[in-house]
């Protein structure tokens, strides 16, 4: 029987992803095998502004997400980002930032998505603040000249390489939202339900294989 393979596809600045993330990163930490993809969901005609309905949605949607995780979205979430009249929810960036560091690992990605979720759900940070992305990265340890590539035309490249991983990978399963949990054993793939797991991602992280 092959080794099982777990592929986690999210959006740093999605807010299920947000919900589940205490679950993905107790998969992350055991030994198992896990590669972490960035979906980039919220791009072009999906990028909504908050003011033309998203912003609503977002916040008739907190409470349920806060309930069955126990994940917390800041009252500066919901004033700046919410509320706001001109926020647009993009994912452009934070896949541009996954993808410069996706090759170290789903922990270093992981550990990334962990400080822009701080910034965004906890701060009110915009998903479009390049320099905030920036500096994210270079706090985790990302080269400054690397760091600055934000925004350029290869990096934008390497993002959506991943993404149209992602993307082919959940169309396999009929998924169609993030986050996707799959598991890979040979040539069976299979989506998992994460949603059984929130709120106690210890079982998780002492037996991944019950996901």
């Known amino acids: 029987m092959p080794e099982a393979k777990f592929i986690v596809i999210y959006d740093t600045f999605c807010g299920w992803c947000y ?15 896990v590669e972490v993809l960035h979906r980039h969901l919220f791009e072009g005609p999906a990028a909504p502004k908050m003011s033309e309905g998203k912003g609503a949605q977002i916040l008739h949607t907190i409470p349920h997400v806060e309930a069955l995780t126990g994940q917390i979205f800041s009252e500066a979430f919901k004033e700046n980002i919410a509320r706001s009249e001109t926020e647009i929810l993009a994912s452009g960036l934070s896949a541009q930032a996954a993808a ?16 822009l979720e701080t910034l965004h759900f906890g701060e009110g940070m915009s998903s479009t603040d390049r320099q905030a992305i920036v500096d994210a990265l270079i706090a985790e340890g990302v080269a400054p000249d690397q760091a600055r590539r934000i925004g350029t035309s290869d990096l934008e490249a390497e993002a959506a390489a991943h993404a149209d991983r992602a993307k082919s990978l959940m169309a396999a399963v ?18 998992l339900d994460h949603q059984a797991f929130y709120g106690r991602p210890e079982a998780v992280r002492a037996n991944p294989t019950e996901l």
Do not use: C, M
């Open 100 to 115: 410069l560091v996706h090759d170290q690992g789903p922990e270093k990605e992981f550990a990334l998505r962990r400080r």
């Open 174 to 191: 009929g998924s169609y939202g993030v986050p996707t949990v799959l598991k890979i054993s040979g040539d069976d793939v299979t989506q």
């Open 19 to 33: 919900g589940a993330a205490p679950v993905f990163d107790a998969l992350v930490e055991t030994e198992t095998d």
